[in-house]
């Protein structure tokens, strides 16, 4: 923006200098000047690694008339080495009435080029839509005249701006805004850019990084004005009920919302954007955790999805799809709609079946409100409460309850469970709104069951009431008891274990047993092999551990002792001894190899239940040399022996 700034007179709006510059056909000076004093700040910007942004510059008719502002823009991009996308090329409407086909080729050149070229002043007094039809424009800028004087018919000319250059793919931007009730109204309606007052006077470029700094505002990138364009381009002039989210792996937020989407959410309960944003950060408003789920599936999704869910009494389905996306975050176009009152009732009719079916999953319901310190009782299979009964002193209920139906070992547990400030505080931490715990409760044949008691804190009612459902525990129920568990136990986190020193010792003896350079093997008291690690294998020239399992060495044939050697594997089994690097002869593939052995017992309590061993190889000269006096192998041929082919 120029601004002249007088000794007497301070500073001078642009409408008091800018006019008799164009009568006296000296304002391509000026506009020159401004061109390469804004081209020099791109520059100390990029030299400074300063954040960029684009800057717009204003193109007078007289420019087109009196020099070719493309050659000169061109030549001050070439000069200062500064990307073509960092200007945009600005006319104003008034610009283009005259010398019409004289501009509509030169913008055209500009867009040729490679850069973006906007109105300026749109909705002026020289308005005509032809401009649009005959022009081609990447932006139009709202007259901030169509602000100043604020009423209804304003509003709908401003409406229909908006709805018109989005139907065309042209972004918009509205000059003059300076109250609360222009941003407001302008967000509405899907206005992309908003400038004015309300925001900031004119300043230059230092104070403004300044502020910035200090404010700890972040500047936007590339990636994020091109996501943002393709967002910008959205109709939120419609019937429909439709938003804009801005989704992180680790929040979501609305950007913007039309007043269908609004009247919408506020059935829900959710009285604005800004409230249902709040409940999006915290992590115990319950549908949280179901929303950034569906959004994720969304973001990674090619098509729409869809979501059905129920809030504040009110069946509701949401639909999303992924608009454009950052390194840091992607934009979801959603469409909300309450099927509550659907004017078939198919959908209501439907998922009230749905829901009154789920009941039957439950043995227990109760509902606690706790204005009134009453528990309601929904729901019961157990003898001692009855369906539609209301329990006011449930404090005293519960404890009498708790010593007929609940384990003894579980009711201070239980007792403690059921305070409904402790369920309150287990909720907020789970992020579902919910606490769970389990419970051993006594049937009417006397046994005792494990129980699931599920308190659900209801977030939006005043007084955080609390929905508790009971039913029995999976695997109560559960056929393949037996083979699931152990799969179940073995795929539990195992960093929400408490940690044991039997946990520590089966990962170290895995780690030996997978990573062992070594050869590893341990069998059981008839010496069959009960087990080969990897590097066993490797060494013997077999695939698969099954092809050993349950044999001895005299089965497989591959294995030559002397008579001493014979005893070592005996002795750590009778004796408990540990024989450590006896020689021994392995035959693998034909050949012989001399190795040597280690071999020590396997206690179970204080009993021997196998051998575990290991074995290295012999080096290799004295390999040959054993092996030859052993008459194992034959010195020439390097074949089986007389002692090898009789073994």
Avoid at 60 to 68: A, V
Avoid at 494 to 517: C, G, H, T, Y
Avoid at 581 to 607: E, W
Wanted: charged fraction near 25%.
């Amino acid at each position: 923006m120029a601004r002249w700034i007088d000794p007497a007179k301070g500073l001078l709006p642009p409408d008091s200098f800018i006019p008799v510059l164009e009568e006296s056909r000296l304002i391509s000076r000026l506009d020159c000047h401004v061109i390469e004093e804004v081209a020099k700040l791109l520059r100390y910007q990029m030299d400074n690694h300063f954040p960029m942004v684009p800057v717009s510059v204003n193109l007078s008719r007289y420019d087109f008339l009196l020099m070719d502002p493309l050659a000169f823009v061109e030549r001050i991009v070439e000069q200062y080495h500064i990307p073509r996308y960092y200007l945009r090329i600005e006319v104003t409407e008034s610009a283009l009435v005259k010398n019409r086909h004289l501009l509509i080729e030169k913008l055209h050149q500009f867009h040729q080029s490679g850069y973006q070229v906007w109105l300026d002043d749109f909705g002026s007094a020289y308005s005509s839509l032809n401009v649009l039809q005959n022009y081609e424009f990447d932006e139009l800028k709202i007259d901030q005249g169509l602000l100043r004087y604020f009423n209804e018919d304003s509003r709908k000319i401003i409406r229909s701006i908006v709805l018109m250059a989005k139907e065309m793919g042209i972004h918009v931007l509205a000059e003059g805004a300076e109250t609360r009730e222009h941003i407001d109204f302008l967000r509405a309606i899907g206005c992309e850019k908003i400038q004015g007052y309300y925001y900031s006077r004119p300043m230059p470029y230092e104070l403004l990084r300044e502020q910035f700094q200090e404010a700890g505002w972040q500047v936007e990138t590339l990636p994020e004005e091109q996501a943002l364009d393709a967002a910008g381009l959205i109709n939120l002039i419609t019937d429909a009920p439709v938003a804009i989210f801005q989704y992180r792996e680790d929040r979501a937020v609305i950007l913007s919302e039309n007043e269908a989407y609004q009247n919408a959410l506020t059935t829900t309960g959710t009285s604005s954007l800004q409230e249902f944003n709040a409940n999006m950060q915290q992590q115990s408003y319950p549908m949280r955790e179901k929303f950034m789920a569906f959004l994720a599936a969304a973001v990674h999704s090619s098509g729409e999805r869809r979501m059905t869910f129920v809030e504040n009494g009110q069946y509701l389905r949401l639909s999303a799809e992924k608009l454009a996306a950052t390194p840091d975050f992607t934009l979801v176009l959603a469409r909300l709609a309450n099927i509550t009152y659907d004017q078939d009732l198919t959908s209501f009719q439907q998922y009230e079946t749905v829901f009154r079916n789920l009941m039957l999953v439950y043995d227990e319901i109760y509902f606690l409100d706790r204005e009134k310190k009453a528990l309601h009782i929904i729901e019961s299979m157990n003898a001692f409460w009855q369906a539609g009964d209301v329990i006011t002193d449930f404090k005293d209920k519960i404890d009498v309850y708790a010593r007929q139906f609940i384990y003894a070992d579980d009711r201070t547990r239980f007792r403690q469970f059921l305070d409904p400030e402790a369920i309150c505080r287990q909720a907020e931490r789970s992020g579902r709104s919910e606490a769970i715990e389990m419970f051993r409760v006594q049937k009417p044949n006397g046994r005792f069951v494990w129980m699931i008691f599920d308190a659900i804190v209801i977030y939006k009612s005043a007084t955080k009431d609390i929905l508790i459902c009971v039913r029995e525990n999976i695997w109560e129920r559960q056929e393949n008891l037996y083979t699931l568990l152990p799969q179940f136990l073995a795929d539990l986190n195992p960093d929400r274990l408490p940690p044991s020193p039997a946990d520590e010792e089966s990962a170290i003896w895995r780690a030996v047993w997978n990573f062992s350079p070594d050869p590893v093997y341990w069998k059981d008291r008839a010496l069959r092999y009960r087990g080969v690690n990897p590097a066993f294998l490797e060494y013997v020239g077999m695939k698969d551990a099954s092809e050993i399992l349950g044999k001895t060495d005299a089965e497989l044939g591959w294995c030559l002792q002397d008579e001493d050697e014979e005893h070592a594997e005996r002795a750590a089994l009778q004796k408990g001894k540990i024989c450590k690097d006896y020689p021994a002869t392995l035959i693998v593939h034909g050949i012989p190899r001399r190795i040597l052995m280690t071999s020590f017992p396997i206690h179970q309590h204080s009993n021997i239940i196998g051998v575990f061993g290991y074995f290295r190889t012999a080096d290799e000269e004295e390999n040959q040399r054993q092996l030859e006096l052993l008459g194992i192998r034959d010195h020439v041929t390097g074949l089986l022996g007389y002692r090898g082919a009789w073994r």
